[in-house]
């Protein structure tokens, strides 16, 4: 049995990857804050005994008695409405956050996977978006306390791979969607389909020319388990590269939930990336990875557990 810890593993993300790791029969602590995050994501999980929750913040110092073979380190706020609501604490999740999780698995001898984000190509340059290119980031716009401190938290695992000889790995994560995320975290998926349903205007920043690509949540923690049992210690993206158009996204949207809401057009925020596309050669290389959920079907689940009534 393999002994994980998982930073922010009551999030979106984490609490989808904390029971990924329950059902093979791993034993996961799980240590988040709160912020963002929310126990009702993992509340079905408590009563397993491989399974135990705690609720620190991981820019403090973490004191486990326990073994631990890896840390899968998902802590920080990761919506734009999130990280502009606060922003030293995106800071420091992403700096003295990532400096604690990485003592911690310096002193237990345990690997270390940090979740990065495609954010840390800013508004690119070039498309698609591989893990070569550095990425046309402004680091004092608003958005640059979530994609500095992404880059700074990949450069000190770097440093403490380099230096102390950690076991790293770095997933750069492409926009990702399904059950448990918020309603109200300003990303697009909750945003127009909590929308949708309620009949109210879909909100498109921009002229909706701007494009995304989307990744079913379960295809995202597939690829994030794979590079956590690989020996690759080189940033890879875990993105879907099915590229689609806001505007057209939010067709998408309507057709399957049959809402009557009408599209309204609000201004682009600052830096927002025009587009976003990640090339994935390298995990379907390194990993054997590549996405199996097709956009409509993810979407069509992610859908049903909004009309069940999401957490807010």
Not at 243 to 258: C, R, V, Y
Request: charged letters at 25%; hydrophobic letters at 40%.
């Amino acid at each position: 049995m393999t002994s994980f810890l998982v930073t922010g593993g009551s999030g979106f993300i984490g609490s989808h990857l904390c029971e990924r790791l329950i059902s093979e029969n791993h034993k996961v602590i799980c240590i988040d804050n709160l912020i963002t995050g929310n126990v009702d994501n993992i509340s079905h999980l408590m009563e397993n005994a491989n399974f135990r929750f705690m609720k620190q913040d991981v820019t403090e110092y973490i004191d486990l008695d326990e073994d631990i073979d890896c840390i899968l380190h998902f802590a920080s706020p990761a919506s734009p409405v999130d990280y502009l609501e606060l922003p030293i604490q995106t800071l420091k999740v992403g700096s003295l956050g990532t400096h604690k999780a990485l003592g911690l698995a310096k002193a237990k001898g345990a690997s270390f996977l940090l979740a990065s984000s495609s954010e840390v190509y800013g508004d690119p340059l070039i498309h698609p978006q591989n893990e070569d290119y550095w990425g046309n980031v402004n680091p004092i716009g608003p958005r640059g306390v979530y994609d500095e401190a992404k880059r700074f938290a990949e450069a000190l695992v770097m440093a403490y791979h380099r230096v102390h000889g950690v076991d790293t790995r770095i997933v750069r994560i492409f926009n990702t969607f399904g059950p448990r995320m918020r309603k109200n975290d300003g990303r697009v998926v909750p945003a127009f389909v909590s929308q949708a349903l309620s009949g109210e205007p879909l909100t498109v920043f921009g002229d909706g020319s701007q494009t995304r690509s989307f990744c079913y949540v379960s295809d995202l923690v597939e690829g994030v388990i794979r590079l956590a049992n690989s020996d690759v210690c080189e940033p890879v993206n875990i993105g879907n590269p099915n590229e689609i158009s806001i505007l057209d996204f939010a067709g998408t949207i309507l057709s399957l939930t049959g809402s009557k809401s009408e599209v309204v057009l609000k201004s682009l925020p600052v830096d927002d990336p025009k587009v976003r596309k990640p090339d994935i050669a390298r995990a379907k290389d390194k990993l054997g990875w590549s996405p199996k959920i097709g956009l409509e079907d993810g979407l069509k689940k992610t859908i049903e557990w909004f009309r069940k009534g999401s957490i807010s």
